[in-house]
């Protein structure tokens, strides 16, 4: 079966870095996907990897190592507004969808 | 702003109603989808339509219907909802092209619960 797992919830102080993990057992893969959703809304696009290594965008930055399927999402200088759930999820084969559950990030003064 | 919009935001029926939910992306993209999302669960996709043809259909229960009259309106039609089908129900749409998929743009939700 297609299986991808993330840790239900985190907790981390503002100001600093967090990093939220993803491993992934799918049929396939074209690339991994990571969402941010606030509470009562819309999942929205973060990142995309496709190819091993680090994709750096403001403070998030996504990693991905294919042969051991896995990702992390690295959140820096960490704001009460990035407390949100964050969804990984990768394209298999099929070009389809699997979602993992999400983390739920708790940011405390 | 997202750009994909979904009506009505909250929805409270009994499980005997009939009702409709509505999903309009103004993205100009070719693929939309509709998924069920609850609570500490992974989002289940329900329904997928590719230039309005639909593509997938996860095992859905016939109680859902789905209507896809062009490629800017989904709707999920439903009926003799049970209790277990109370969840968000978030729509979705991207671009599909010849280099592969592109990412997904959501809608708000609708937060349905069935009593």
């Known amino acids: 079966g297609q299986n991808i797992d993330q840790p239900t919830e985190m907790t981390a102080t503002e100001g600093a870095i967090v990093q939220i993990n993803c491993t992934y057992q799918?049929?396939?893969?074209?690339?991994l996907f990571w969402y941010q959703q606030h509470a009562g809304e819309a999942p929205t696009f973060l990142s995309y990897n496709v190819l091993d290594g680090l994709e750096e965008k403001g403070r998030f930055s996504s990693f991905l190592s294919r042969s051991k399927g896995y990702s992390y999402l690295l959140l820096k200088e960490l704001q009460m507004k990035d407390s949100a759930s964050y969804l990984c999820a990768v394209l298999d084969s099929n070009y389809q969808l699997i979602w993992g559950a999400g983390t739920k990030l708790i940011i405390k003064p | 702003e997202t750009g994909v919009t979904q009506t009505p935001r909250h929805l409270v029926m009994g499980m005997t109603n009939k009702k409709s939910l509505k999903c309009e992306q103004h993205l100009g993209h070719n693929a939309m989808y509709w998924y069920k999302q609850s609570a500490k669960k992974p989002l289940e996709l329900m329904f997928v339509y590719n230039f309005k043809e639909q593509t997938e259909n996860n095992s859905v229960p016939s109680r859902f219907s789905p209507e896809c009259p062009n490629s800017s309106h989904l709707f999920l039609h439903l009926h003799t909802l049970q209790p277990e089908d109370s969840a968000l129900y978030l729509c979705?749409?991207?671009?599909?092209?010849?280099?592969?998929?592109?990412?997904?743009?959501f809608g708000p939700g609708t937060r349905l619960t069935v009593t």
């Open positions: 979705a749409s991207s671009q599909e092209g010849t280099s592969g998929p592109y990412e997904q743009y």
């Open positions: 799918t049929s396939g893969f074209n690339g």
